[in-house]
């Protein structure tokens, strides 16, 4: 089993529309969380962290359920700019574990 | 903010020669750096993790003489692929941790083709 888990989709999505993704994690000890983007043939840039309270960043928001290992990204009012592959990236003693990342294409 | 800056951003080496990628910090001191490489369509996956000073501590699987890492000083880490084979052409990104915080910064990447 993977250490960190991903569907890769790809999810094709209508503009506007609300899109989810979920990420499975193995290790229980891990301690922070994460949901990077990385646009085609570029670097990961952080979307945002991810809090056992939860948090929304404008139309993203992230959860964690930590009892059920895992955590999700919620899209509201998709764009078109928010194509993009999706890394759910986990924290275990200062490493970074990445997911393979879900491919997300938003159609007009 | 922090900046990480990597270059050569692309580099097309011929097989069998060596190639030497920066990773500078440009407004922070970097303690640690970590090399990544990604193939198309494939997750990030890390090579070594270098702390300022000292070896590097590379993952299993990933050939030490191979990929050559040198983190001499708080702002610059090298990665230095040898004897370049085409099956070594990726994408190489490098990411730094500050002094401070638990905050990472990625560089921009490089793109190596062997031929």
């Known amino acids: 089993r993977k250490e960190v888990e991903q569907d890769p989709g790809p999810f094709n999505v209508p503009e506007g529309a609300t899109v989810a993704f979920n990420c499975t994690y193995s290790n229980s000890a891990s301690q922070s969380f994460f949901w990077y983007r990385q646009d085609c043939r570029k670097e990961p840039k952080l979307l945002m962290s991810v809090y056992s309270s939860g948090n929304e960043d404008g139309r993203f928001t992230a959860q964690l359920n930590r009892a059920s290992q895992y955590i999700s990204l919620l899209i509201r009012d998709s764009k078109l700019s928010d194509s993009a592959t999706y890394l759910c990236?986990?924290?275990?003693?200062?490493?970074?574990?990445w997911g393979a990342g879900t491919k997300l294409i938003i159609k007009p | 903010g922090a900046v990480v800056s990597q270059h050569p951003s692309r580099v097309i080496c011929k097989s069998g020669t060596s190639v030497k990628i920066e990773c500078r910090s440009l407004d922070f001191q970097a303690t640690t750096m970590f090399w990544y490489r990604q193939f198309p369509k494939q997750s990030l996956m890390l090579m070594a993790t270098s702390n300022e000073g000292s070896k590097a501590t590379y993952e299993q699987g990933v050939e030490k003489d191979k990929f050559l890492i040198n983190h001499a000083s708080l702002t610059l880490s090298t990665l230095t692929v040898t004897s370049a084979h085409p099956e070594d052409s990726s994408f190489y990104i490098c990411?730094?941790?500050?002094?401070?915080?638990?905050?990472?910064?990625f560089g921009e990447g490089s793109w190596l083709t062997v031929v």
């Open positions: 990236v986990v924290e275990n003693d200062y490493q970074l574990i």
């Open positions: 990411s730094a941790r500050g002094t401070a915080g638990n905050t990472i910064y």
